[in-house]
């Protein structure tokens, strides 16, 4: 059974909404710290969003501070991202992943499992 499984990325243009959703198996679902995380071609894994298990307590990237929301649907077992006003440089493989508990919890090594992975695509 696969833990984490994201879906929702599509091409979009300029300026428009898209949310992705990612359907969590774990048990431990509500009690764990979850985030998205991006990648574009060619760069690094990059922190987005994490919401705390504790008390909902959210974190965002600068760059997306303000424009995408994270959300986590506890009795669906389901992390979002609302993502607003999307831009070319939002153009990434979108990851959602859950915190290992050790480590900064803006690090992508940080976490583990990981899902597959859905494509974002911001066309101008």
């Known amino acids: 059974q696969v833990p984490l499984v994201e879906s929702g990325g599509r091409t979009v243009q300029v300026g428009e909404s898209l949310r992705l959703s990612c359907a969590a198996s774990?048990?431990?679902?509500?009690?764990?710290?979850m985030a998205w995380f991006r990648q574009g071609a060619g760069k690094e894994r990059a922190f987005v969003a994490s919401?705390?298990?504790?008390?909902?307590?959210?974190h965002y990237s600068e760059s997306v501070k303000g424009r995408f929301t994270i959300s986590r649907d506890n009795a669906k077992k389901t992390l979002y991202l609302q993502m607003n006003t999307l831009r070319p440089e939002d153009t990434a493989t979108y990851y959602c992943?859950?915190?290992?508990?050790?480590?900064?919890?803006?690090?992508?090594?940080?976490?583990?499992?990981w899902g597959q992975g859905t494509q974002v695509t911001v066309s101008s």
């Open positions: 919401i705390y298990w504790e008390d909902n307590t959210t």
């Open positions: 992943a859950a915190y290992a508990g050790v480590g900064s919890r803006f690090h992508a090594g940080s976490y583990s499992p």
């Open positions: 774990q048990r431990t679902f509500s009690e764990d710290t």
